[in-house]
């Protein structure tokens, strides 16, 4: 079982296509890190839909500042790319209010991320890392993968997601993980 340790300090960035264990490896992590310092954790995931998606499961006790919001899988219920957008720019502004401000304001040694991804369809790649850099320790998921077909939303998610695995000091593919270890 992977323990908080290799991680402190450090950003890491989980990623992989839908169902691969991101979130599920993400709370693992979490439940690992939980009660040795201050954590925030930020939910960016829609509720499940269709068999994508989910929110993480965070336990209630002290020294963990949970947070989510509303957010619409845009590709699963838009009608088309215009309406698609339009969704993402919705949650992109609920993320920006109820999450990262939220965020920012909370002096912890941890944040913990799950589904960054629908944050970077129409948020802010350089609003995302100025959050990040108030915290020394980064565990963060997010969606990069070949489920989704291709358009405008899905090119300016992929093309943030690899910036931001640029700005991380590692990244671990969930395709790779060990089913021990989701």
């Known amino acids: 079982m992977k323990t908080c340790r290799p991680f402190d300090g450090l950003k ?4 992989g296509d839908v169902n691969t264990g991101k979130t599920a490896y993400t709370r693992l992590l979490l ?8 954590i925030v954790v930020l939910d960016m995931a829609p509720e499940a839909q269709k ?17 989510t919001t ?3 899988p845009p590709r699963l219920t838009a009608k088309n790319d215009h309406e698609a957008r339009k969704i993402a720019l919705e ?3 609920r993320i920006e209010r109820d999450l990262l401000s939220k965020a920012e304001a909370i002096p912890a040694e941890a944040l913990i991320i799950n589904d960054v991804s629908l944050y970077l369809q129409m948020g802010d790649l350089k609003r995302l890392l ?6 020394p320790t980064v565990i963060m998921n997010g969606y990069l993968g070949n489920s989704f077909p291709d358009g405008p939303l899905t090119r300016r998610e992929r093309e943030n997601m690899r910036r931001l695995m640029e700005n991380c000091d590692q990244v671990i ?4 993980l060990d089913e021990q270890d989701t």
């Open 130 to 135: 100025q959050v990040l850099n108030r915290f």
């Open 12 to 15: 890491t960035l989980i990623v």
């Open 91 to 93: 949650n992109a502004e």
């Open 51 to 67: 068999g994508v998606g989910g929110k993480m499961a965070v336990p209630v006790e002290s020294g963990i500042h949970a947070f």
């Open 31 to 38: 439940l690992n890190c939980r009660g040795k310092k201050p």
């Open 173 to 176: 593919e969930a395709e790779g």
């Open 70 to 72: 509303l957010i619409r």
